[in-house]
């Protein structure tokens, strides 16, 4: 089946400090990565849209400026928090799907807790 | 490995009620997620499990069995709106969550 990998897996940094994660596709093409950011026991809340080689589409209320999105290859998409705070730790999921259509099925990621002390 | 099995998909009436299953083997057990997904949006959180039993939400009950590694969503009262993709997934013991495939849910009037 379609396995969607996350690296790291957790990552704890100061405050300030930038952090990348990574959300790869392993055994398909991904159109299309979705990256949502989840609290615990709520529903999962989409930060951003990104389609393999154009910019990512954030949501209302993200800033795109501290959520750096690249997918420069369908495989491949990362997050980057830039300047990261206390208030930004959180659980990070990343979705996968061929973008062939719009329900067409996501793969998830086992996610990245971040921590920023 | 690790692995969550559920049905590909599932039709059911209008006002019935609809038992989705999933079996799961994992390293290690945090917990059980129950999400729902309609195309095109965010899946949203319908339940969680830690301890064995049945947990009831309105329309909507969840149980888990540890021991035996399952757990069902139980949807009663039908509506045409529960037509989605109900996603189970499982905290494992590194607190990485594990996906099911997802079950794709028909409901007809």
């Known amino acids: 089946g379609a396995v969607v990998s996350q690296h790291p897996s957790w990552v704890i940094c100061k405050s300030g400090t930038s952090v990348k994660i990574e959300c790869r596709s392993l055994d398909f093409q991904a159109t299309t990565m979705f990256w949502y950011r989840q609290f615990p026991k709520q529903s999962l809340m989409l930060m951003a849209t990104?389609?393999?080689?154009?910019?990512?589409?954030?949501e209302q209320g993200v800033e795109k400026d501290k959520f750096l999105i690249n997918h420069a290859s369908l495989t491949l998409s990362t997050l980057t928090v830039t300047s990261a705070h206390p208030e930004d730790s959180s659980f990070y999921i990343c979705?996968?799907?061929?973008?062939?259509?719009?329900?067409?099925?996501?793969?998830f990621g086992p996610g990245t807790r971040l921590t920023v002390l | 490995g690790q692995n969550i099995d559920q049905p590909t998909e599932m039709t059911a009436t209008e006002g019935a009620i609809v038992q989705i299953n999933c079996t799961y083997q994992?390293?290690?057990?945090?917990?059980l997620f129950w999400y729902q997904q309609h195309a095109g949006e965010a899946p949203t959180f319908l339940s969680y499990?830690?301890l064995d039993g049945l947990e009831e939400k309105g329309r909507f009950s969840s149980f888990l069995s540890r021991s035996k590694g399952y757990s069902y969503l139980l949807l009663k009262e039908l509506q045409m709106k529960d037509s989605a993709s109900y996603l189970c997934?499982?905290?494992?013991?590194?607190?990485?969550?594990?996906w099911g495939a997802g079950t794709k849910l028909i409901i007809k009037p």
């Open positions: 499990n830690v």
């Open positions: 994992t390293s290690g057990f945090n917990g």
């Open positions: 979705s996968a799907s061929t973008g062939l259509a719009d329900t067409d099925t996501q793969y």
């Open positions: 997934a499982v905290l494992d013991s590194n607190y990485q969550l594990i």
């Open positions: 990104s389609n393999e080689g154009s910019k990512a589409t954030y």
